[in-house]
């Protein structure tokens, strides 16, 4: 149970462990995700959830939250489901990302933007289908692109790291592009995003 670090019997000084703040951490995310934080919110309690000493500390952060089990098992859905044809589709800002994508696109863009994206989850496989279109994939730093399984037909593969850094995601991407691209890069400078 994610919510309750106490144990029956323990006080609230006892030692926390890096399980107990790891648990503490997805809270947070899915929070973040659901909109019950801001992302200021969110960095104020990830900072104070990793330099916790003990389990009340870490109890305080999430005081003012829904029990786990009223956000679902995990609060961040399982498989999510894109398809389209001929139009654009985008997500960005604080969006949870899922475990699993299917995407299936003809003469479209879709855009995933992981700059601010709430990371629950340390891998997201996309199961894609692309003919005649665009996979946009905005990284940051800790997000490593992986596009192996894929077949490609008269189409492109684009990909520039973001700088080095620990990896928090994998981004495994699988199936077929036809007359498409593939980019995956950091945000670009300058202008806001794009």
Do not use: C
């Amino acid at each position: 149970m994610v919510g309750k670090l106490v144990r029956t019997g323990e006080s609230s000084e006892v030692r926390a462990s890096h399980a107990d703040r790891d648990r503490i951490v997805d809270v947070l995310r899915v929070a973040t995700g659901d909109g019950r934080l801001t992302l200021e919110e969110l960095d104020e309690r990830l900072e104070a959830a990793l330099s916790a000493r003990t389990v009340g500390e870490l109890a305080v952060l999430t005081a003012d939250l829904p029990e786990p089990e009223v956000l679902g098992s995990s609060g961040v859905e399982d498989v999510v489901r894109i398809e389209q044809t001929g139009s654009a589709t985008r997500r960005g800002d604080a969006w949870v990302v899922p475990r699993r994508m299917e995407i299936r696109s003809a003469w479209g863009e879709v855009t995933l933007d992981f700059t601010d994206a709430v990371i629950t989850h340390g891998s997201l496989h996309i199961d894609l289908d692309l003919r005649a279109g665009a996979l946009k994939l905005v990284t940051r730093p800790g997000i490593v692109v992986d596009t192996t399984g894929l077949v490609t037909n008269f189409s492109a593969v684009k990909e520039r790291r973001p700088a080095d850094a620990p990896v928090v995601l994998r981004v495994r991407i699988t199936g077929e592009v036809e007359y498409g691209q593939i980019v995956a890069r950091p945000r670009r400078r300058g202008f806001g995003r794009r």
